[in-house]
């Protein structure tokens, strides 16, 4: 039983007279403890099925089931709740609080979850331990990644899911902040399922989803995934 | 960009953001609507006001005298510039039915637009003499309908009613004046219990005076000036100062014309009391002779009437005596007569006897004859009856046998032996027989036979009856007669004796027969000699009734005489009387006259001394120059419209700092927004004056939009809203709406400031930054460590959302200090409105409450008379529901002193001062001590103490009602709120003002229904010696309603603050809330439930809330003291103190405002898309 499972999703926009399909009948499964990267050209609803697997939306059509649960048609605040116990998010654009400092983006996050982890030690994992009380501001684009993916590991979430969180950065930065998603992969043995436009990053992946045009084109399972530092771009 | 483009942008924009254009757009709107309408209100007022005078005329100044106006002084006044005078007369009545004190004002009949026009309320003005138009005040409204008639009191000592030639009148209209445009007050008087309760108009001819009372000027060129304005308060001083110039010599002149006048009149009266004195003698001398003439007459008519008194009692005295004469000749003459009759009575007697007798004689004569015949007859002689031969035979043979017995038969025979002898012999001679022999005896035997049959007794020979008739009548006749018959008859009386024996009868016959005849001639004399006394009385009579006729004559005569004496007598006496009473009635006229005269000649040289001293000491007549200001209320009037300026010069910064702050962060937030795609405009070339054209544009069409309708709101809301309130207090027209220019410019420039100006300073920072800079999204304000994480121990104790909070608070310092103001503007305008309401509100219940505890003042009829004070003093002891009285002398005074307005006082004498606190508390504001009124000086009251700035121990200046001052020393400072009271004991009264106290008022304390009250009231006012009656229920209800009437401006103000309140946390919020989305949509994401979410925000803006009422408090505390003093009027103080619950409802309400905006977030966040929100920039 795959820990992730979508089928025939569907995702429509109304834009003006016309109808746009954001995701058409999308299908996959993940299994638990995999680092997925979906990959596909911008515009093709990725983010849409993330967000979607992230209960920030909700599909029109379609099985969205995560560890058994079918979220597709959750309400608001069954999503949120849901959000709040199983979702870790990291965004292109890290979303942290500007007025917080990094240890507290962490808390932010841990005061509401159930089982939350310690927020310093979450940020000694991701390597920032020196940096704790500065403010996002006082910290570089990776470091305030490393921040965000600190925020959403802190809840020890089910399924980690990151939106191009390597857009913003540099080469060696973005390296950096995969691995860090990779060993939390491994260590924590959190489902992640990162979001990428760059084709060059889908062989450290134990599963690749590729997304054209709103459908899925193309799924590949990785029996041997390369580590990130043996993957360049 | 092309205009058109840029018009394109602007309404798309603002159909984007309709939040944001709608609360600049009301921010403005509000702060331009409360700015504009409260800045006009205080000018329509005034020029509501001003309308109204120049309507109806009123005057600019009003002259008075001492002694009234002349054809003089309204010369000179008529001589002054472009003036146009009218004179008035004026009277002060109390009306009879309502004991309303009412001043009656002359109306010219023919005038058609005259000074001081009445403003008709409803009916018509005066047309014709003996009609009156009434104030439209309520109590006359309630006294009167139209079409009433009216009646003026006409009071003793009151002379005020002679100036008058009607004292009815019909009620043709109720009316205004611009004169009073109070609602209550109307001023003082000297008529009644000292205040007017209001005017009345009566046409100008029903007056009787000879001085005008007022002459009314008005200047043509100082009223084209508006009323209260600086320009006309100088003009109207400069005509003043001529007035008084122009009337300067006018007191002497009137003095001596007064003089000259009494002058005239004195020697008039000299000349008219000595031609009095003359007239009083000459009616005393005509008297004198009328009085002797008199008294003589009386004499000559006691003398005659003595005279004939006189004779006529002699003429009397003669013919009584004549009249005693004929009395006793009657008398004697009836003595005769009644000798005479009863000599005739017996004299008729006796001839009745005789007739009586002779009638029974002759019967007894004829029967006695008639008897005697028959008698005679039945005397049968035995010689008669025996045939001769047997007698001789017998007599023979008897003598042959015996002798004897022939003699006894010869006697028999002859009749003169009975035949009983006869027989007896006969029987001897039988018996004698056997003797005889035989041979004899045989012839003897025959001879017996023979004799004895001729021997028979009479009675055998006679019928039986015929002897018994015999027998009774000859008894009748003579019982001799009769034993003789019945002896005859029995034979034992011989014939012979029988026959003598009648012819005895027969011979006494005949002399009876005498005996009667000589009788009758006895009784014939007799009548004779009776006719012959007759005939000499008869004679007698004839002679009395001559001399009865006679004196009859005489007395008639006399009476006659005496009559016609009597009559002329009477004449003369009733002549006499006549003149008596003449003289009697002319006396007592003259002695009333001679009264009346000395009295008027008395009065006249009293008035006359009077008079000399008047003229000594004529006063010199004081002249008042008066202007609009001493109309009741004209004054208050300006000080009210006043303090809403000066509310209006307070509250609309508050507002406007409110609407700048509010609409610079707007602006700022959306140059903020919009930084993308001003750096691409910048990039494609537009030059920075056009990019920041949309900003400016967009809030300025917001703001000016907002100001034109809050100007078009607030120009017609407020001035109604708060004239109507003053609506309670003032008789006016209806507001005008007036628009002024400078506040519209204002409005617009504020309007312009606060958005345009805010907009381009806005952009223009933004615009400093290259285009490169701009369309990068703003770099993240730096994350700070604010100051409390530097006292560790607090900092580690707060919970996380807590730091959060404070970290966020501090971080947002512009939007901290924004909620903050804004919050505590809106909270210190509310509290400062429930404050006022609070100050106002108390001062009925403190002055009604705490301080005047009694129930009732009674003002008693200062003429009453003695009983009737008593028997109200009466009613108040038995009327056992009231617990405790006072009697208080009560004075209606004033305080003048340069730079105060003049204040009314009231003086309070209260006959016991010991009793006063029972009565009305006279205690401090602060301390609550309470003083007492001893004879060392007055209480005064706070508020006049304030105003003329007086301590214990200083002294005041007080000007009775005679315009005499004296001066008091304030002893202490009472707590009071409603006008102004000083308090004096009688002692210290006398001591000041040299007078002794008259209480005609009294203080009453009970506690009953309103119901009892009224029933109570009714009793009082039934006496007569109670002038008038008032409740303090019901001055402390008018009162509440006069004080509720300015709770409307309290109510402009809450309503006010809490529509800035609104407006100012929903835009501050909304404004929060855009700024920080992204935020938002993060801790969404991560999963913060939507009540969580709007917490994060909101703990922010309670905190900010909290933070700005504590200081909003604080500030509408002081602000609520500021108010105070411009809104209080000089007759009022207000309770400097805001209750606890008015801080309480100000936090409450704000707390609601607040709470209301958090709903309305709490739905926009739910709303608010996270996606969208967090969507990258790329
Ligand atoms: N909220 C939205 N409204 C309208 N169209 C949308 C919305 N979100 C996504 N789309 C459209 O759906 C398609 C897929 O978008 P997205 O999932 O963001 O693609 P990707 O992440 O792969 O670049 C795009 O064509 C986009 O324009
Ligand atoms: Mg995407």
Sequence with gaps: MAFVKVKDEYKRYRMGETIVAANDGITFEIEEGEFAVIVGPSGAGKTTVLNILGGMDSPDEGIVEIDGTDIANFSEKKLTGYRREAIGFVFQSYNLVPNLTAKENVELAAEISPNALDAATVLRDVGLGERMDNFPAQLSGGEQQRVAIARALAKQPKLLLCDEPTGALDYETGKQVLKLLKKTCDQYGTTVIVITHNQAITPMADRTIEINNAKVRQITVNENPKSVTEIEW | ?1178
């Design chain 2, 1 to 1178: 960009m092309k205009k058109k483009a840029l018009w394109k942008d602007i309404v798309k924009e603002i159909g984007q953001s309709k939040a944001r254009f709608l609360s600049i757009f009301s921010i403005i709107l509000l702060g331009v609507a409360f700015y504009a309408g409260i800045t006009a209100t205080s000018p329509d007022m005034v020029d509501t006001a001003d309308h109204y005078y120049k309507d109806q005329q009123l005057m600019d100044i009003k002259v008075q005298s001492t002694m009234g106006l002349t054809e003089d002084d309204l010369d000179i006044l008529a001589d002054l510039e472009d003036a146009a005078v009218e004179t008035r007369y004026t009277q002060d009545v109390v009306l009879a039915q309502s004991s309303l004190v009412t001043k009656l004002m002359s109306i010219p009949l023919n005038e058609k637009n005259p000074l001081n026009q009445p403003y008709l309320v409803s009916g018509r003005l005066p047309e014709h003499s003996g009609e009156i138009t009434l104030d439209s005040k309520n109590d006359y409204q309630e006294a009167y309908k139209i079409g009433d008639t009216i009646e003026i009191e006409t009071s003793e000592e009151e002379e005020g009613t002679s100036n008058l030639k009607k004292t009815s009148f019909k009620v043709v209209g109720f009316t205004a004046s611009p004169e009073y445009i109070e609602t209550i007050s109307r001023g003082n008087t000297t008529v009644g219990n000292g205040t007017l309760d209001g005017f009345a108009f009566i046409p100008e001819t029903d007056f009787d005076m000879d001085v005008y009372t007022e002459a009314d000027l008005r200047f043509s060129n100082v009223t084209q000036q508006t009323a209260y304005s600086p320009e006309y308060e100088k003009a109207i001083e400069a005509k003043t100062d001529k007035i008084e110039k122009a009337l300067e010599k006018r007191p002497e002149e009137r003095k001596k014309d007064i003089q000259d006048e009494i002058q005239k009149e004195i020697d008039k009266g000299k000349e008219e009391i000595a031609s009095a004195k003359k007239a009083l003698e000459d009616g005393e001398q005509e008297l004198a002779d009328a009085k002797e003439e008199l008294d003589n007459g009386w004499a000559a008519y006691q003398e005659n009437k003595a005279q004939m008194d006189q004779k006529i009692a002699d003429a009397q005295a003669t013919l009584d005596q004549k009249r005693q004469e004929l009395k006793e000749a009657e008398t004697t003459l009836a003595n005769k007569k009644a000798d005479l009759k009863q000599a005739q009575a017996e004299l008729d007697e006796k001839k009745a006897q005789f007739e009586q007798k002779k009638e029974e004689g002759k019967a007894q004569l004829n029967n006695s004859k008639n008897y005697l015949e028959q008698a005679q007859a039945a005397i049968i002689y035995p010689k008669d009856q025996v045939a001769q031969e047997t007698q001789q035979s017998l007599s023979s043979t008897a003598e042959q046998i015996d002798p004897e017995l022939a003699g006894v038969l010869t006697g028999y025979f002859a009749g003169k032996v009975p035949a009983s002898a006869a027989k007896q012999a006969l029987d001897g001679f039988e018996a004698s027989l056997a003797e005889l022999p035989e041979e004899q005896k045989e012839s003897a035997q025959v001879f017996l036979q023979s004799a004895r049959e001729a021997v028979q007794s009479p009675g055998e020979q006679i019928a039986a009856d015929q002897q018994q008739t015999l027998i009774q009548q000859g008894k009748q006749i003579d019982k001799s007669l009769g034993d003789a018959f019945a002896g005859y008859f029995a034979g034992e009386v011989p014939p012979v004796n029988m026959a003598a024996a009648l012819d005895q009868t027969a011979a006494g016959l005949s002399s009876g027969e005498g005996q009667l005849s000589e009788a009758e001639a006895q009784l014939k004399a007799g009548q004779q000699q009776i006719d012959d006394g007759r005939a000499q009385i008869k004679k007698a009579e004839n002679q009395l009734a001559a001399g009865k006729e006679q004196i009859a004559t005489g007395q008639q005569e006399l009476d006659e005489q005496k009559a016609s004496g009597e009559a002329e007598l009477a004449k003369a006496k009733a002549k006499l009387e006549d003149g008596q009473a003449d003289y009697e009635a002319g006396l007592e006229e003259f002695k009333e006259k001679q009264a009346e005269g000395e009295e008027k000649i008395a009065d006249g040289e009293a008035d006359i001394a009077e008079a000399e001293k008047q003229l000594k000491d004529v006063p010199l007549p004081e002249y008042f120059v008066l202007d609009r200001t001493d109309n009741p209320g004209y004054a208050e009037y300006n000080d009210n419209a006043e303090r809403i300026a000066a509310i209006s010069k307070i509250f609309p910064i508050f507002f406007f700092l409110i609407a700048a702050l509010v609409s610079l962060t707007t602006m700022t937030r959306m140059v903020d927004e919009q930084r993308t795609q001003m750096g691409t405009l910048k990039a494609l070339g537009y030059s920075n004056w056009d990019i920041a054209k949309k900003f400016v544009v967009y809030s300025m069409l917001a703001s000016l939009l907002g100001a034109s309708i809050g100007l078009a709101i607030g120009f017609y809301l407020f001035p109604t809203v708060i004239f109507n309130a003053y609506g309670a207090m003032y008789h006016l027209p209806e507001v005008r709406i007036s628009y002024p220019i400078p506040a519209i410019l204002i409005s617009y420039l504020v309007a312009f400031l606060c958005t345009g100006v805010a907009a381009f300073a806005a952009v223009r920072v933004s615009l400093k930054s290259n285009a490169a800079t701009l369309m990068r999204p703003k770099a993240p304000k730096i994350g700070k460590r604010i100051f409390l994480e530097r006292l560790t121990p607090i900092w580690e104790r707060m919970s996380f959302t807590q730091k959060v909070t404070a970290r966020n608070l501090f971080r947002y310092k512009q939007r901290m200090l924004m909620t903050i103001s804004g919050v505590a503007g809106c909270t210190a305008l509310i509290l400062t409105g429930l404050g006022l309401s609070d100050s106002i509100e108390d001062v009925a219940s403190l002055q009604y409450g705490k301080l005047h505890q009694y129930q009732a003042i009674v003002a008693l009829d200062d003429s009453a008379s003695e009983n009737s004070e008593e028997k109200y003093q009466q009613l108040i002891e038995e009327t056992t529901e009231v617990s405790d009285a006072l009697m208080v002398d009560q004075e209606n005074d004033t305080v003048n002193q340069k730079g105060v307005n003049q204040q009314e006082v009231n003086l309070f004498i209260p006959q016991d001062p010991e009793r006063i606190n029972q009565f009305i508390l006279l205690n401090d504001r602060e301390t609550g001590k309470q003083f007492k009124l001893d004879d060392t000086g007055a209480i005064i009251t706070e508020k006049l103490a304030k105003l003329y700035d007086l301590k214990e121990g200083d002294t005041l200046e007080i000007t009775n009602n005679d315009q005499e001052n004296f001066t008091v020393k304030v002893n202490n400072i009472a707590e009071n709120y409603l006008g102004h009271d000083v308090y004096l004991s009688p002692t210290y009264y006398e001591k000041v003002t040299n007078e002794k106290p008259d209480y005609t008022m009294q203080l009453l304390k009970y506690s009953e229904s309103e119901e009892w009250e009224k029933t109570f009231g009714t009793a009082l006012t039934d006496q007569k010696s109670v002038a008038g009656v008032s409740f303090v229920s019901t001055f402390s209800d008018s009162f509440q309603s006069t004080l509720d009437s300015l709770d409307i401006v309290t109510i402009i103000l809450v309503v006010s603050a809490a529509l800035l309140a609104f407006v100012v946390l929903y835009n501050l919020t909304n404004i929060n809330v855009s700024e920080r989305v992204r935020e938002l949509s993060t801790i969404k994401v991560l999963g913060f439930y939507d009540n969580e979410v709007t917490m994060y925000i909101y703990r922010e803006n309670l905190l900010l809330t909290f933070m700005g009422i504590i200081v909003g408090l604080l500030l509408g505390f002081i602000l609520h003291g500021f108010v105070l003093q411009t809104v209080e009027i000089d007759q009022m103080m207000f309770s400097p103190i805001i209750s606890i619950s008015s801080y309480i409802y100000a936090a409450i309400l704000t707390t609601i405002f607040s709470t209301i905006v958090m709903i309305a977030m709490h739905i926009k966040l739910k709303h608010i898309n996270m996606l969208e929100a967090l969507k990258t920039i790329d």
